[in-house]
C-alpha cells in the first residue's frame, strides 16, 4: 500500500481541483478520510480473515463498489442541505468517490502485496497496474517509521508528491486566469 501520506496529498489533490466553495477544512477533512479508511481492513487479520480473502486487506474495502457506497453515504450525512442532483451535489459524490478510488489506485501501483479486489463482490481476482512505481508502505507505525518507511516517502514524493503538487499549481493558475476573464 502507499503510504497514508500518499493517500492524503492525493484526495486533498482530488478536492481543490473539484473547486468545490463549501467548508473547505470540513470537505478535506472528509476527502482524507475516504481516501485512508479503506486500509482500515487490515482490522480483520485479527478475526483471522486471510490476505486473499474478499474481507480481506485489499479486499471490498478497495472495490470500486465499497467507494461507491462509501461516496454515497459520506454525501448523505454530511451535506444534507446540497441537492442531490444539483451540480454541487453530483460534484461533491463524484469528488467523493474519486478520492476513495485513489486509494485503490496507488495501492495498484506498487510493488508488494497481492493486489487489489476492485471488482469484488462480483469478482474476487486481486489487480495490479502493469506500472508499478511506489514502494509498497510497511503495515503498522513502528515499522514505519523506520529506514524502509524513509525510502517508502522519498519515493512518494516523486511518484504522489511531484504529480500532486504540478496539478495543484497548475490548477491555480487556471483559475486564476480564469477569475480574470470574468
Known sequence: MASIFGHALAAYTIGKVSNIQLN??????????CAVIPDADVIMFNFGYPYLHPLGHRGFSHSILFAFLLA???????????????NTGIILFFTFLLATLSHSFLDAMTNGGKGVGFFIP???????????PILVSPLGAG?????KG?????????????????????????????????
Do not use: D, H
Open 72 to 86: 454515497f453515504c459520506i454525501r448523505a450525512i454530511f451535506y444534507t442541505k446540497v441537492t442531490y442532483f444539483s
Open 24 to 33: 473547505p477544512v470540513k470537505f478535506s477533512l472528509l476527502l482524507i478520510f
Open 122 to 132: 462480483f469478482e474476487n481476482s486481486r489487480y495490479f497496474f502493469s506500472w508499478r
Open 150 to 182: 524513509f525510502r517508502v516517502l522519498q519515493n512518494e514524493a516523486i511518484y504522489i508528491g511531484i504529480p500532486a503538487i504540478s496539478l495543484l499549481i497548475l490548477n491555480y493558475f487556471m483559475r486564476r486566469k480564469s477569475n480574470r476573464k470574468n
Open 143 to 147: 515499522r514505519f517509521f523506520s529506514e
